[in-house]
């Protein structure tokens, strides 16, 4: 039987591949065009009438919102909008919505004998996701070939920065200034030195374990909120989370902790680590690895989550002697080999004085961050340490650790920066941002880089992760903080740590927002 050929515009992107078949076997060249076509302009028509000459059919294929990595609160127009807007083209034959980051999946559908891309993207060196060279060898595959326009060209991101507001006031002016100061190519440099270093990432290992509910209303008998479950997931969380963020930035990332002997935190570790990670772990003996686990329902507009309540697992008494001081041993090998030592301490009893004697010691440069939370709330303080080249806290802890609940936060800042002798160190501020010092006293306040938040849980870490190896290169305040805001705000718009913030993701990120 023959398959009739579809004459809507809009094709679904798994049974699409039937289609195209048929054009095939016709003879008729197929042309496909791939991006996101968020703000359509002058450029994207010039671009498309263009690509439609070079063949018999002009496919269109458009990012599915959940894989644009432009950074948060883009697309700024829906799927749907996006779609309607480019079907309504007359050069256009079909368009499809395509659920995947890359290109790779809708080009083995389509198969098209010409793939077709602006201009722009001809030196293909400059692509920070690196996937143009694999999209154009996929179209070689298959007997394509790669056909460029050169047609005038406009940038979405440009016209949506400039003239929609879309940007809080404040970021807007700080990014039009701050891309004054630094190119794009410079922001790439400095990400790109960060492959250079070989990192060493210490501290307490938590496993996240979210509890999707939605809430019914108060038991009959009680006070307590009844929910109906809905799904469970477990995200590595702590030291793991850091060192996945350090992962795809860093030559090398070693992860030294200890863990205890339940079979499923094992699991989870050996399904979600790849060969990019090193990891140096201590199974212990009577020991439990921290659990924390949150009942959470997803709410409002931009579907952010609410904690409704949260239960934690630990063992408060740490390890015993004897698995301590092979911990210890261990440590100590490490830190010859590094040159950077990241340190995380949760408070849960896996950092004490002897660690601390030991890091402070021995590591090259010491990037620290002493966190407080509900376990362990005023006996975590920063203040017990007495070195670190750089550290990373929030505005709570830097004010439990001084006993000052209401004094001016940048003298507080200063404070510490002489305590620990630190060469840079950052206050974030959450929504307001961060105000970062170095060693000659100059700060730098810099605005959040996104108002819209899905979860909070890890935006520190990822924060602390970024300007950690910013600091340990050296790299101008502004630039490393503006690097810290970027991670903290891609990290804000994930569930706990369900994905960790890639160098690619970052760089779009940063593109999107320097772009004026």
Not at 204 to 209: A, F, K, L, P, Q
């Amino acid at each position: 039987m023959k398959l009739a050929i579809n004459t809507e515009k809009s094709l679904d992107f798994e049974t699409c591949a039937e289609v195209f078949a048929v054009y095939r076997q016709q003879g008729r060249k197929i042309v496909l065009c791939n991006g996101v076509f968020d703000l359509l302009h002058p450029g994207h028509i010039a671009h498309l009438q263009a690509a439609k000459a070079m063949g018999d059919l002009l496919v269109v294929s458009l990012t599915a919102t959940p894989y644009i990595n432009r950074g948060p609160g883009r697309p700024i127009f829906s799927d749907e909008l996006r779609l309607s807007s480019i079907a309504a083209l007359a050069c256009v034959d079909y368009v499809i919505l395509t659920p995947a980051i890359t290109a790779l999946e809708v080009i083995e559908k389509v198969r098209p004998h010409i793939y077709c891309k602006g201009d722009e993207y001809a030196q293909t060196e400059k692509d920070v996701t690196h996937n143009i060279d694999k999209e154009i060898a996929q179209v070689r595959a298959y007997g394509g070939d790669i056909r460029y326009t050169q047609e005038i060209t406009f940038s979405s991101t440009r016209l949506i920065n400039n003239y929609l507001d879309v940007l809080p006031s404040e970021l807007k002016n700080y990014a039009s200034d701050f891309s004054q100061q630094y190119s794009f190519e410079q922001i790439t440099n400095a990400v790109d030195a960060m492959q250079h270093l070989n990192v060493l990432v210490l501290g307490d290992i938590i496993i996240d374990e979210f509890v999707h509910c939605t809430v019914q209303g108060l038991t009959s008998k009680g006070r307590a909120p009844a929910t109906r479950f809905v799904k469970k997931e477990q995200h590595l969380g702590g030291v793991f989370a850091i060192a996945r963020h350090l992962s795809s930035f860093a030559k090398s990332v070693t992860l030294a902790s200890a863990i205890g002997g339940e079979p499923d935190v094992h699991r989870l570790i050996a399904n979600h680590i790849n060969g990019s990670l090193h990891l140096n772990l201590q199974c212990a003996e009577n020991y439990s690895t921290v659990t924390k686990r949150r009942y959470i329902e997803q709410q409002g507009t931009n579907k952010g989550y609410t904690q409704l309540f949260a239960i934690n697992s630990m063992n408060e008494e740490g390890l015993i002697p004897e698995e301590r001081q092979k911990l210890l041993d261990s440590w100590e090998k490490l830190l010859k080999n590094c040159d950077l030592v990241i340190l995380a301490d949760y408070g849960h009893g896996l950092i004490d004085a002897s660690a601390i004697e030991l890091i402070q010691n021995q590591a090259p440069f010491l990037a620290l961050n002493c966190q407080t939370n509900s376990a362990n709330y005023g006996y975590n303080l920063i203040s017990k340490y007495q070195r670190a080249d750089s550290f990373c806290i929030d505005e709570q802890e830097i004010r439990l650790a001084f006993s000052n609940r209401h004094g001016n936060r940048e003298e507080l800042l200063k404070r510490l920066q002489y305590h620990l002798g630190a060469q840079q160190g950052w206050l974030t501020l959450a929504a307001a941002g961060s105000l970062a010092i170095q060693a000659n006293g100059e700060m730098q306040l810099t605005p959040a880089m996104t108002q819209q938040v899905k979860d909070t849980t890890g935006a520190g870490d990822a924060f602390f992760a970024l300007a950690s190896m910013s600091a340990k290169l050296d790299l101008p305040l502004r630039l490393g903080s503006f690097l810290g805001n970027l991670a903290g705000a891609i990290a804000a718009n994930i569930l706990g740590n369900e994905k960790p913030v890639e160098k690619a993701r970052l760089l779009k990120f940063a593109k999107t927002i320097c772009t004026f």
